[in-house]
């Protein structure tokens, strides 16, 4: 057997992240010098790139947007309870992040109420 | 202008620049499919909603590291999240899920309603992925889901189900090779 038939054994594997070290490890030295292996891998990667759509659809919380944003944007913080008047141009800074339904009808509750800061939603 | 409606390569040039409601349309079109994707590899939601965190954040910081032209943002995405996910539930070790059949899955499954056009893309790939699967035999299916969705490597897969590696090598080679052909002659 080939070092060619070697890797294209391994590589359906490999794309769904199920060779053991040694194999990857085989497949990722071989890869970058030989194009047709890399084309075989190429004609996988569908596959891989479909699969997480398999997972059965599960709506994640309405919360967890506002967690997500305050996790990756700086400048999104927690709206003070009873802040004494927000300018209304803050506000518009929001009005991307709440073009979603599911924001919209997001809780402005006490317990969930974010604002951007000063800059309108840069990201510093 | 509604950003909706921009590219997914568009977005991430705009998060490149600091416009933080990208972050907010990406969540919007793809939390969903990640959520998704971690829950069914963890089976818990609390840990898949730090998982949806977490690869987000990552999207962010590493908004920079993407290639359009090695392929589609939703595949790098998922990428990253399956890598996260997949290395969440071996640190956890919680018991493998990646069964459709599974109640508290099964549970918190909601309908999916009338989809706006992203969703209704994400549909069609699901349709795509979830027919072709069920066109090729159980054994086969099941060798490619322990591989992607439990994160097992063909020798953890063959201890598990007690069969011999090279059984567990051939039902997963063929069956990703029967995939290919079945997605190949859909897209044609």
Known sequence: ?124 | MDNSVLADEEIIVRLRNGESWAMAVLYDRYARLVFSLALRILNDRGAAEETVQEVFVKVWKRSREFDAKRGKFSSWLTGIAHNHAIDEMRRRRVRPSASENDDDVMDAVQDEGPAPLDLALQSLERRRIVDALKAIPADQRRAIEMAYFEGLTQQEISDKLAQPLGTVKTRMRLGMQKLKTLLEERTT
């Open chain 1, 1 to 124: 057997m080939s070092i060619h038939d070697e890797i294209q054994e391994l590589i359906p594997a490999y794309v769904l992240d199920g060779v053991d070290d040694a194999g990857r490890k085989l497949v990722e030295r071989h890869l970058p010098q030989c194009d047709v292996c890399t084309g075989v891998l190429a004609s996988y990667r569908p596959i891989a790139d479909l699969l997480p759509f398999a997972a059965t659809p599960v709506e994640p919380p309405a919360d967890l947007k506002y967690r997500v944003l305050a996790a990756a944007l700086p400048k999104v913080q927690p709206r003070p309870v009873g802040a004494p008047g927000l300018i209304d141009s803050v506000f518009a800074g929001l009005s991307n992040l709440l073009r979603s339904p599911r924001l919209a009808r997001s809780p402005y509750s006490s317990s969930s109420r974010w604002v951007c800061g000063t800059s309108l939603c840069r990201i510093r």
